[in-house]
């Protein structure tokens, strides 16, 4: 089944119209996005964009075989003059299915929002999902027969429709996953790509052709990862990002409840409502249990507050205990949690905290925590195949 990108774009395409955003100040040239919309083996055209047949024309292609136009959302941008011989764009109902002349099945499949999404299944029985910007499956059907070869969706703004895909199996690892209706909301260039890489999935340009069934290269998804920076620099929300597209998440809180604190409780508050409502979490500094067990993947905010626990637990603020036998039993702590790491075979994101590079604190106690914390994020760094580093809410890879 041959697949050819029309357009990668929202339905306003990208750049927007007179938007002075900064995206859309770097969408252009060969950053420029079209509307999407999706060819299929020169047959069957999936969304009718402006400028489609200049497109498709621009790809090497013709819409002059197109037996079917279909749209899989109400198309609210500007006026779509249907090029000469092409059929009349119409939508399936959910749940209806169409055999075409060319021997295409056409399965519509019901969204959550506005929008229908199309299996695509060609004679050769190589199949597609294509879903509509801001959708995700409502469900998949009862005869659904595993992963798809190729699924084009918005990764960018729905990561969850590749979470409830993951959990049906109907994105399996080889699975090719293309980013569509790419927005400014999103980023641009590289930092693009590697959110998409996080996800297992990638975004292509306009014109780009892809056959299902042939052998694709899949993003590889680091399994484990650290990500740290300075307070507020939007390092959670960088974790959390990395696993919004997983069907299970385990969100691991190492700094606990605190009571009598309302400011802590606003702060945990905000973490909760911020994270999908299918992730469960569990309250602990308990870590290398989890890190032996199978499970899902493993958010653990943050590597910081295990650290004051442990201290906390070994004495280690007080110089005296700190000399007569608390280092060498916080040590021992940093070194089982170390080796849990290196042996893991769960996904796991870490978050932690970078000190050192202000301040000296005043006190030796706080001088320890900032030691022991350096010592901790570099030997935790060492056993991950990814290290990204965020300040002011942008991420630089460090390593992977």
């Keep these: ?11 306003l395409g ?35 964009t402006p400028g489609a047949a200049l497109a498709a024309a621009r790809s090497g292609h013709s819409l ?19 090029p000469a011989g092409l059929p009349a764009a119409g939508r399936v109902p959910d749940g209806r299915e169409l055999t075409l002349i060319s021997g295409h099945r056409v399965r519509a499949v019901p969204m959550d929002s ?23 499956p409502a469900g998949l059907a009862d005869d659904h027969r595993g992963p798809y070869d190729v699924v084009i969706a918005d990764v960018t703004g729905r990561p969850d429709a590749l979470a409830r895909l993951r959990a049906a199996g109907g994105v399996g690892p080889a ?7 790419l927005d400014h909301d999103a980023p641009t260039g590289a930092e693009l790509d590697r959110r998409l890489a996080a996800a297992g999935a990638r975004a292509v340009p306009d014109g780009t052709t892809l ?35 997983f069907p299970e998440v385990l969100y691991v809180a190492t700094g606990g409840a605190r009571e009598g604190d309302p400011e802590w409780a606003e702060r945990v508050s905000l973490h909760r409502e911020r994270r999908p409502a299918s992730w469960r979490t569990a309250e602990t500094c308990d870590l290398v249990p ?18 004051t626990d442990a201290m906390d637990r070994v004495g280690a603020w007080d110089d005296e205990r700190w000399a007569d036998g608390g280092q060498a039993a916080l040590r021992e702590r940093t070194a089982e949690l170390v080796a849990a790491v290196r042996a ?8 932690t905290n970078e000190v050192g590079s202000g301040v000296v604190p005043g006190t030796a106690a706080g001088r320890r925590f900032r030691d022991e914390l350096g010592r901790l994020n570099a030997a935790f760094a060492d056993e991950c195949e990814q290290v990204v580093w965020v300040a002011a809410g942008q991420s630089l890879v460090l390593r992977g």
């Design 211 to 245: 056959y299902a069934g042939e052998y694709h290269e899949v993003p590889e998804v680091p399994r484990r990862t650290l990500v740290t920076g300075g307070a507020r620099s939007g390092k959670s929300v960088e974790a959390e990002r990395r696993l919004e597209s």
């Design 114 to 136: 506005p929008g229908t999404g199309y299996e695509v299944t060609s004679a050769d029985g190589e199949r597609l999902l294509y879903l509509p910007p801001g959708g995700a």
């Design 290 to 307: 989890l890190l032996a067990e199978e499970g899902p993947a493993l958010l653990v905010d943050c590597l910081s507050l295990w650290l």
């Design 64 to 82: 002059v075989g197109v037996r079917q136009v279909l749209l899989s959302h109400p198309h609210d941008g500007p006026a779509v003059e249907v």
């Design 1 to 11: 089944m041959e697949l050819t990108l029309l357009g990668t774009g929202a339905p």
């Design 14 to 48: 990208l750049p927007r119209p007179d938007c002075p955003c900064a995206v859309c100040a770097l969408s252009r040239g060969s950053r420029a996005r079209a509307a999407t919309a999706l060819l299929v083996d020169g047959a069957l055209l999936l969304d009718l």
């Design 175 to 181: 699975t090719v996953v293309i980013a569509a209706h």
């Design 344 to 351: 893991t075979r769960r996904t796991v994101v870490a978050v």
